[in-house]
C-alpha cells in the first residue's frame, strides 16, 4: 500500500497547488521515482496523461468560478496560469466544449472532473514472466533523438524513429553490429536526474562505429525483465501498463533512477517478440 499511498499524496499536491506552475520534479519526488516514470506510471494507471489530468482538473475549478458573474473571465483565466485570454478559451473549449462566457447562461451544461484516488485492485486474470537479474554496464550504439519532459509531447517523435530507421537501413546496420548482450534491436529511454532526456534506437557493440551513429554507456541496474510477444507496439505497451498497474505495486520493487529498454528479439513487428527491462531498487 506504500506505493499507491506515494500517489495520492502526489494527487494532494497537485489539489494543493492547483493554481500554481506544477512541479513534476516534486510530484517524483513524493512518490520516490524520476519525472519519466512517474508519468509514466500515472498514465498507465489513470489511463490519461499528467499534463492532461492537471488541464482538466484547472477547468473544471474554473467552470465553477465563472458560475460567480462578478469575477472576471481574464481574472480567471490568469488564476489558472493562463496570461493569454485565448489560451484559456481554446483550454477551456477542449475540456467543455462551450467558451467560457457561455458558462454564465442559466442552464447551460458543463462538464466536472473530480480529483483521482489511487488503489489497488486485484486482477490476476494472466500470468507476468518475469526475472530479476543484476547487470554490468553495457555499450550501446545507435541513433538518437532529444525527449520533451512532458512525455506525451514524445508519442510522435519515438514512432517516427523507428519508422526511419526501418527504412534507411538503420535497423539492418545495428543488427551487424549487434555482439553483446541483450541481444535484440534496443529502444531506450534515458530519462534520469543527471542527463538530458533522449531515445535510443540500438545495439548493444563493443565494434568500432562510424560518425553515422552514436555510442552511450548503460550503466550497472538491476532489472525486472518481463517476456512476450505479439503485434507491437500495441502488445508492448499492454505489457507496460500490466507491469506498472499489477505488478509494480506489490513487488517489493520500486523504480530506480535508469533508463527503461525494449528488446526486440526479432525484427517482425506483426509478431514480434520482446523483453521489457525496467530499473528496480528494493524498497
Known amino acids: ?58 477547468m473544471s475549478l474554473a467552470a465553477v468560478d465563472l458560475q460567480n458573474k462578478e469575477e472576471k473571465i481574464i481574472d480567471i483565466a490568469f488564476k489558472y496560469g493562463y496570461t493569454s485570454p485565448t489560451a484559456f478559451n481554446r483550454a477551456f473549449q477542449s475540456v467543455h466544449g462551450i467558451a467560457p462566457s457561455s458558462v454564465r447562461k442559466e442552464g447551460t451544461s458543463i462538464k466536472s472532473f473530480p480529483p483521482i484516488s489511487f488503489k489497488i485492485t486485484i486482477k490476476g486474470v494472466e500470468e507476468l514472466n518475469y526475472r530479476i537479474e543484476a547487470k554490468e554496464a553495457f555499450r550501446i550504439v545507435g541513433i538518437s533523438q532529444p525527449l520533451y519532459k512532458e512525455i506525451e509531447k514524445n508519442f510522435e ?28 534491436i534496443l529502444g531506450i529511454s534515458i530519462c534520469n536526474d543527471q542527463e538530458d532526456w533522449k531515445y535510443f534506437i540500438a545495439a548493444a557493440s563493443t565494434k568500432a562505429i562510424d560518425n553515422t551513429l552514436e555510442e552511450y554507456t548503460v550503466p550497472p541496474f538491476t532489472w525486472a525483465i518481463f517476456s512476450g510477444e505479439g503485434q507491437c507496439p500495441q502488445a508492448i505497451q499492454e505489457l507496460e501498463q500490466r507491469i506498472v498497474t499489477e505488478w509494480l505495486p506489490t513487488s517489493g520493487y520500486e523504480y530506480d533512477n535508469g533508463p527503461d529498454i525494449e528488446v526486440y528479439l526479432n ?17
Open 267 to 283: 525484427t517482425d513487428p506483426q509478431n514480434a517478440q520482446y523483453e521489457v527491462w525496467i530499473p528496480v531498487t528494493k524498497k
Open 1 to 58: 500500500m506504500e506505493w499507491i499511498d506515494r500517489l495520492n499524496e502526489a494527487i494532494n499536491y497537485i489539489e494543493e497547488h492547483i493554481t500554481e506552475e506544477i512541479s513534476y520534479e516534486q510530484l517524483a519526488q513524493i512518490a520516490f521515482c524520476s519525472p519519466y516514470h512517474f508519468q509514466r506510471m500515472f498514465a498507465y494507471m489513470a489511463n490519461i496523461p499528467l499534463s492532461e489530468y492537471i488541464r482538466r482538473r484547472r
Open 157 to 184: 517523435i519515438v514512432p517516427q524513429m523507428w519508422q526511419n530507421a526501418a527504412m534507411d537501413g538503420t535497423v539492418p546496420k545495428l543488427v551487424s553490429l549487434m555482439d553483446s548482450a541483450p541481444k535484440g
